[in-house]
């Protein structure tokens, strides 16, 4: 039996961003990760921080998102002054590429849709091909326009996860690898996760497991009706530095390699490529910067998302389990300076941030299934 004042399952980017921001208020924390046997969305994912785009129908998740977006440099400084690494955060604006006339007007309706929802403070551009050449003179003839917002940026996501892992453990966070949760029992106010014969207990408990939080949440009168959405990826041979910006689908990693992504399936939890859509992924990035062609695939992976029913985060505590918490969403590189510095104090104990209203896992019913969601609000 293990103690401690606060229980974090999962071990990924979403529940060590929780970590960090709990350590830096004191208490003990203990955090549990499944280990190599999870599906481990947060080593495969794209490494965007991406703000423009994401919330039209939704002003609080637009709001949500352009918060973290703001509090990302000083997560960064922060992580690198503690642990002495640095995660690669640059925020240099990010760009939208568009095909046709009509995807480029369809671009500039959604951007003003968020903008008027949000009250205004949402800054973008919409570029023809004229001047979009001029800020990106390597793009592709196919490319008609493109949106750009200076919200948007990107990050190493495998630095960020080891320097919120060291940023933990130098913070006094227990860290216990390879501790999957088969179970939960609340009694006498305190909360014990069961799993591997090991036996962790304390009186608050997150829920941060990716997906596994779709089988845990009921255990503590939660629900999160999360699932999976693949997403395949692919990595070229490191060259010259040819990409300033990151754009929705192509982004050039700190390491000078080329990284071509933006897939959305629903194949269930099937997380292994296919030749089909490594083909689409590769065309669309030829399409958008026809130098890319030259480069050598190195590498090729895909990842699961977690997706909610509607693509916004779940972020409650449990009316009938007080202490217990979920936090779930899809962007856990955009979203971590929004856990580390908003969702930890209100688990704290400070106030619930004025948008967790909107996000409650209880606006669903319990049988719903993110797929329903996934053409209606494609955030990526």
């Not at 969305?41 to 998740?61: C, Q, T």
Request: aromatic content about 6%; hydrophobic content about 40%.
């Amino acid at each position: 039996m293990s103690s401690s004042d606060v229980i974090v399952i999962g071990g990924g980017l979403v529940g060590t961003a929780v970590a960090y921001g709990l350590s830096r208020l004191g208490g003990n924390i203990t955090l549990l990760d499944e280990g190599d046997d999870a599906f481990r969305a947060s080593r495969g994912n794209f490494g965007l921080i991406w703000v423009h785009g994401k919330g039209r129908g939704a002003p609080h998740y637009a709001r949500w998102t352009r918060e973290s977006g703001r509090r990302w440099p000083t997560l960064a400084a922060r992580l690198r002054d503690e642990t002495g690494i640095d995660v690669q955060f640059e925020q240099p604006g990010g760009f939208h590429l568009c095909f046709s006339d009509a995807e480029l007007e369809a671009r500039s309706e959604r951007l003003a849709a968020v903008r008027d929802e949000v009250g205004g403070d949402y800054p973008f551009e919409i570029l023809e091909r004229a001047a979009l050449r001029e800020r990106l003179p390597q793009v592709g003839p196919k490319v008609v326009g493109a949106s750009y917002s200076p919200m948007d940026g990107d990050v190493n996501p495998l630095k960020l996860l080891r320097a919120l892992h060291a940023a933990c453990t130098q913070r006094g966070v227990v860290l216990k690898a390879g501790h999957g949760v088969e179970r939960i029992t609340h009694a006498d106010g305190l909360f014990t996760a069961h799993g591997g014969g090991r036996q962790f207990r304390a009186p608050k408990l997150v829920l941060a497991a990716g997906l596994g939080n779709a089988r845990l949440a009921g255990q503590v009168g939660l629900n999160a009706p999360v699932g999976p959405s693949r997403g395949q990826l692919i990595v070229t041979e490191r060259t010259r530095k040819l990409l300033d910006h990151p754009t929705g689908h192509v982004r050039q990693t700190d390491e000078g390699s080329i990284q071509i992504g933006e897939s959305v399936e629903d194949a269930g939890f099937d997380d292994s490529t296919t030749t089909s859509t490594l083909a689409e992924l590769a065309c669309r990035a030829v399409a958008s910067f026809p130098m890319l062609g030259r480069l050598n695939v190195v590498r090729v992976w895909a990842a699961l998302r977690v997706m909610t029913p509607d693509v916004c985060p779940i972020y409650q505590e449990s009316t009938s389990c007080p202490g217990a918490y979920v936090v779930a969403c899809h962007g856990g590189v955009t979203l971590a300076a929004a856990h580390a510095f908003r969702i930890a104090p209100w688990i704290d104990g400070a106030a619930a941030p004025d948008e967790l209203g909107a996000f409650r896992g209880d606006r669903f019913p319990v049988a719903d299934h993110p797929a329903q969601a996934l053409d209606r609000h494609h955030a990526y």
